[in-house]
């Protein structure tokens, strides 16, 4: 099963940012739409954004609106992502997945960064 | 935002037999409708999409059907592999996709 290639798990203090990267295998980085998501302890799974590693453009959840940057560098086939002021509810499980076409589904997932955040 | 609700919360099966899992959207979406089966510390993996279209790779033994509201996922035979969580997802309201709160399969 191909998959994304993750970050390292991170330990963050309130009010600090977080940074997670993605890494696409072969020739799949341009190829498709890349997503972030989270799932916090018991709860779904969350979108948060994406970008369009081809040409960099880029859309987030209103919820995130000043908090999140998601960036590339399409030289390394690799997508990262930002999220500053961080509060004790974004501990979770930070994603990376593909989709083949704009609103599709998911058809490749990272296998998950946690990020637990502390006061 | 459309809620999705998916039961049982925990379905405990024999390996062979039949696991029939069920997805509730709070309104319709169409067949925009996928699901994803989640081992714990592994990625998260495609098994239907477009409500009852197998993903690459994905065994004859996982179907899906349904429109509209509501949504079945089936696995037949259960073999040791599919002891997982399984989420469904609605892509049709673009970009607020949501999720399932998810179905454990587990041993009986």
């Known amino acids: 099963q191909m998959q994304l290639a993750q970050s390292g798990a991170e330990v963050k203090t309130t009010g600090s940012s977080m940074s997670v990267s993605c890494k696409a295998p072969?020739?799949?980085?341009?190829?498709?739409?890349l997503h972030w998501l989270r799932q916090a302890p018991g709860q779904p799974f969350e979108w948060m954004g994406w970008?369009?590693?081809?040409?960099?453009?880029?859309d987030h959840a209103q919820k995130f609106q000043d908090r999140v940057t998601i960036t590339r560098d399409r030289s390394m086939r690799t997508a990262y992502l930002q999220l500053s002021s961080l509060r004790a509810e974004d501990t979770a499980m930070y994603y990376c997945?593909?989709?083949?076409?704009?609103?599709?589904?998911?058809?490749?997932w990272g296998q998950g960064t946690m990020v637990t955040v502390f006061s | 935002e459309i809620v999705m609700t998916q039961s049982p919360a925990t379905l405990s099966v024999s390996p062979g037999e039949r696991a029939t899992l069920s997805c509730r959207a709070s309104?319709?979406?169409?067949?925009?409708l996928a699901w994803y089966q989640h081992k714990p510390g592994q990625a998260p993996r495609l098994l239907i999409y477009?409500?009852?279209t197998r993903s690459t790779g994905i065994p004859a033994r996982f179907s899906g059907r349904g429109s509209g509201t509501e949504f079945t996922l089936i696995i037949t035979s259960l073999q040791s592999e599919d002891f997982a969580v399984y989420y469904c997802?609605?892509?049709?309201?673009?970009?607020?996709?949501?999720f399932g709160g998810g179905t454990k399969v587990d041993f009986k």
């Open positions: 997945a593909g989709s083949s076409s704009a609103e599709g589904a998911f058809d490749i």
């Open positions: 072969g020739n799949t980085f341009t190829s498709r739409y």
């Open positions: 970008i369009v590693p081809f040409n960099g453009n880029t």
């Open positions: 309104r319709s979406v169409s067949t925009n």
């Open positions: 477009e409500a009852s």
């Open positions: 997802q609605q892509y049709n309201d673009w970009p607020l996709v949501t």
